[in-house]
């Protein structure tokens, strides 16, 4: 079955790609600069349509680097010729016209990672597919990382701003390198010592360490029983193992609240130790029987007939075999134990014994600046990018271990 050709496919990408990255640019410099910058979606449309087209006319070019500033070129020169952009009178580009060739020369990458072996005949179906795979990856891409990327840039700039500044133009969020490294990071150095924020690191810390080894304690045993044991009722236990998670948070947090007040445990952190392990444990058990399952039985058969106790199999054989879902487990209930604000909220009154999240959410007042309170969500989001970035490679292979068995 025969479709459209490049000549159609070719200038509807060119013009998505330059109205994304039209907008996105704009928003960029307007940050930085603090200036209102208005999208010039029409232009890009027509632009971004000219230079695909030119791309796609001119195949000698997707053979070498020169394609890139060229087909950049030719869309700029449009760019220029349907808006008012000019040189400056110091010689210097100003920034819409340097904001418009950061545009176009990102927007000729992407032409050609969606266009790279597509001619001018008539194109398959599959190929077409390829294409429509392409754009919906890269814009995809584009998307979730100007949605993560974005706030943490937003946060971060606020946390090195000064009072005053905030206040005379929020929207500029540039950096002044011409002040000294204790003007520039005033908000974190008062964060520790007007506010106790490095009390609230401690306790987050205690408590999510905490979690994680009780959860692992109780899950490891629950896991291997699940899919090593047999036992009557196994297969409905392994399959209702996530139905605490049906129930939501709010509806645990309000009778939880009533019985740790008549125990004593309400505001302290051995109650949030009791009640995080309770809310990880089944997802560990999940992930891990997965695992458990994919490894070789006939390894645990060995080390049982050697002599090996059923605990001596999981400590010897089991565990090693099993550190990257272990990583990976670790690493997610790690981050749900520092994350989790609701059951924080409710269970701690002293600000003496106040983990990150419910430290951040009580510098959310109109007697603290601003920045403090950004400097206090950049420190809460730094450890477990971190630790995400680290563990990644394990995260990965422990979440689709067991997919596959054998």
Avoid at 382 to 404: C, D, N, R
Wanted: glycine letters at 6%.
């Amino acid at each position: 079955m025969r479709i459209g050709n490049t000549f159609f496919i070719a200038p509807v990408i060119g013009a998505l790609w330059a109205v994304i990255y039209t907008i996105v640019f704009s928003v960029l410099a307007m940050l930085i600069t603090g200036e209102t910058i208005i999208p010039d979606v029409g232009t890009a449309l027509v632009s971004g349509t000219v230079g695909a087209v030119i791309y796609i006319v001119m195949p000698p070019l997707r053979r070498h680097w020169s394609w890139v500033v060229l087909t950049a070129a030719i869309a700029l020169a449009v760019q220029l010729l349907l808006s008012r952009f000019t040189l400056s009178t110091d010689g210097l580009l100003p920034i819409p016209l340097a904001t418009a060739i950061a545009i176009y020369l990102v927007s000729a990458l992407s032409w050609h990672l969606c266009l790279d072996g597509m001619g001018s005949e008539s194109q398959a179906r599959y190929q077409l597919e390829v294409i429509l795979l392409r754009v919906l990856k890269g814009v995809g891409f584009v998307f979730f990382t100007i949605v993560v990327a974005l706030p943490f840039y937003v946060m971060l700039m606020t946390s090195l701003k000064s009072q005053q500044s905030l206040l005379a133009n929020p929207l500029d969020l540039s950096i002044d390198f011409s002040k000294s490294p204790a003007e520039l990071f005033r908000s974190y150095v008062e964060l520790f010592s007007k506010y106790r924020f490095g009390t609230f690191l401690l306790n987050s810390a205690i408590v999510s360490v905490s979690t994680v080894i009780i959860t692992l304690l109780f899950s490891i045993p629950g896991a291997y029983a699940v899919s090593r044991l047999k036992f009557p009722g196994q297969a409905a236990l392994s399959r209702s193992i996530l139905l605490i998670y049906m129930v939501p948070a709010i509806v645990l947090v309000i009778p939880l609240y009533t019985v740790f007040s008549q125990l004593g445990l309400r505001n302290s952190l051995l109650g949030l130790i009791i009640v995080y392990p309770a809310t990880t444990i089944p997802v560990a058990v999940y992930m891990l029987q997965g695992y458990f399952r994919g490894l070789p039985y006939e390894l645990e058969e060995a080390g049982l007939m050697d002599g090996l106790t059923r605990v001596g199999v999981i400590l010897k054989i089991t565990l090693p075999l099993s550190l990257p879902a272990l990583a990976s487990v670790s690493l997610y209930i790690f981050m749900i134990a520092w994350n989790e604000f609701l059951f924080a909220f409710m269970f701690l009154d002293d600000p003496g014994i106040f983990t990150l999240s419910r430290g951040v959410q009580a510098l959310n007042s109109s007697e603290i600046p601003r920045q403090h309170l950004m400097a206090g969500a950049v420190i809460a989001t730094v450890p477990v990018l971190v630790l995400f970035l680290w563990f990644e490679k394990f995260l990965v292979a422990g979440l689709t271990a067991g997919s596959v068995k054998g």
